[in-house]
């Protein structure tokens, strides 16, 4: 970030913010007493899905072995 806009008015920022909250979520359900599996898995795939825009954002390619179509 260009530190000219205000923290959260990008893409990036919103993203970072967003992975933190689901941090913390999933930190929370984890330490309940019954932990809801099905809440865990569902955070953990947004935070996942957040990782993934934030590489892509950054520019990171994604591995060959990765990618849905393998090259012939």
Do not use: F
């Amino acid at each position: 970030m260009d530190g000219s806009l205000p923290p959260g008015s990008t893409l990036m920022g919103r993203l970072v913010d967003r992975l933190a909250d689901l941090e913390r979520l999933i930190a929370a359900e984890r330490s309940r007493g019954i932990p809801d599996e099905a809440a865990i898995r569902r955070l953990t795939r947004e935070r996942l899905l957040a990782r993934d825009r934030m590489a892509a954002l950054m520019g990171c390619a994604m591995p060959r072995w990765a990618r849905q179509d393998p090259e012939p």
